[in-house]
């Protein structure tokens, strides 16, 4: 049973840093893309980060030169470094796994 459990979220101020950290469970990782998503109050989720087995990494526009995903596959997490985070960064943040799965998700909060 994959299991993905995130964590880090909160409130923060404009300019702000915040790390995400999902980790995973039940399921081979280190060879599966894992992805960041978000929504926010009102709006459909949308794709934030990905990064691929070996390390390939893709970046929403709104997000480019602000965050940073990264994985430890020893240790089955995936991360998503957030700096200078702005008010419309506030949402719901997700993980992903391979596509299929989702966790609960965490909330992130940008005060302006």
């Known amino acids: 049973q994959v299991q993905l459990v995130e964590s880090g979220g909160g409130l923060v101020q404009t300019g702000g840093s915040l790390r995400l950290s999902c980790a995973a469970s039940?399921?081979?990782?280190?060879?599966?893309?894992m992805g960041w998503y978000r929504q926010a109050p009102g709006k459909q989720r949308e794709f934030v980060a990905v990064?691929?087995?070996?390390?390939?990494?893709n970046y929403a526009d709104s997000v480019k030169g602000r965050f940073t995903i990264f994985r430890d596959n020893a240790k089955y997490m995936v991360y998503l470094q957030m700096n200078v985070l702005k008010p419309e960064d506030t949402a719901v943040y997700y993980c992903?796994?391979?596509?299929?799965?989702w966790g609960k998700g965490t909330l992130v909060t940008v005060s302006s």
């Open positions: 992903n796994l391979g596509g299929d799965y």
């Open positions: 039940g399921s081979s990782f280190n060879f599966v893309t």
């Open positions: 990064i691929t087995g070996t390390g390939n990494t």
